[in-house]
């Protein structure tokens, strides 16, 4: 049984990730302030996982690493512009892809790194953050990734494509259309023969990518990889 450090455990993969490795493995599911945290903590209390609610602060959680020992670190962790303007209304932490998103994915990083032994870091990016150009969102995972690469700390980096399903109730219209667009281009390129662009872009639930964030962070196989959405099909 592997002990596994969800970051971002209130988030549509998060839960999805908690719930498939509730059962199997021991699952620590970290929920950030403000993020849905009461109501969450009882549910997943409920599927016999510990509910950590560690402050962000790296030594807090450098601390709370040493003491869990994990074997795997996940950071699911992001945000949305919707979020960042929400929070700028009820004058709260600001939250942006640099101080969700980049920030706290690299204090985690850097909080494992430390811990009495480090675990491997699985990293949830996206598809695109290797060549992110001017979007804001692409960068932030960027600079995640490329700290990653040239840092010590074993990992496993993700890119998936549009991560999206009926049952994520998260409003993020840009995600949604943008997966809708794609499964209609791609089904038509699908139908003259052209399936190998369906399995790199098209659109993935939470629990389907939750499978296979789980299996690559068992496989040691992965360790080191940079999984396309494609790779993580093949898992799931």
């Known amino acids: 049984m592997a002990t596994l450090f969800i970051a971002g455990a209130s988030g549509y993969t998060g839960q999805a990730l908690v719930r498939v490795a509730s059962g199997t493995h021991r699952v620590i599911a970290h929920i950030r302030p403000g993020a849905k945290g009461d109501a969450l903590s009882g549910e997943l209390a409920g599927l016999g996982v510990e509910v950590d609610r560690s402050p962000w602060e790296e030594q807090a959680l450098r601390e709370r690493l040493s003491e869990i020992e994990p074997d795997y670190v996940f950071g699911l962790l992001g945000t949305t512009r919707a979020r960042g303007k929400a929070a700028a209304r009820e004058g709260g932490p600001v939250e942006s892809y ?23 870091y699985v990293y949830l990016s996206s598809l695109g953050a290797d060549r992110p150009g001017g979007n804001a969102y692409l960068r932030a995972r960027t600079e995640v990734e490329q700290a990653l690469m040239s840092g010590p700390l074993p990992w496993t980096i993700a890119r998936p494509s549009f991560i999206t399903g009926p049952d994520r109730t998260e409003d993020r219209p840009g995600e949604r259309y943008g997966a809708l667009f794609a499964r209609v281009g791609l089904g ?49």
């Open 188 to 236: 038509l390129a699908a139908a003259v023969g052209a399936s190998g662009l369906r399995d790199a872009y098209g659109e993935m639930d939470g629990t389907t990518l939750a499978r296979a964030l789980l299996r690559a962070a068992l496989d040691p196989a992965c360790a080191g990889k940079v999984l396309e959405a494609k790779d993580l099909r093949r898992l799931s």
């Open 98 to 120: 640099e101080t969700v998103d980049r920030d706290l994915s690299l204090m985690l990083a850097r909080a494992a790194q430390g811990a009495k032994r480090p675990p491997r």
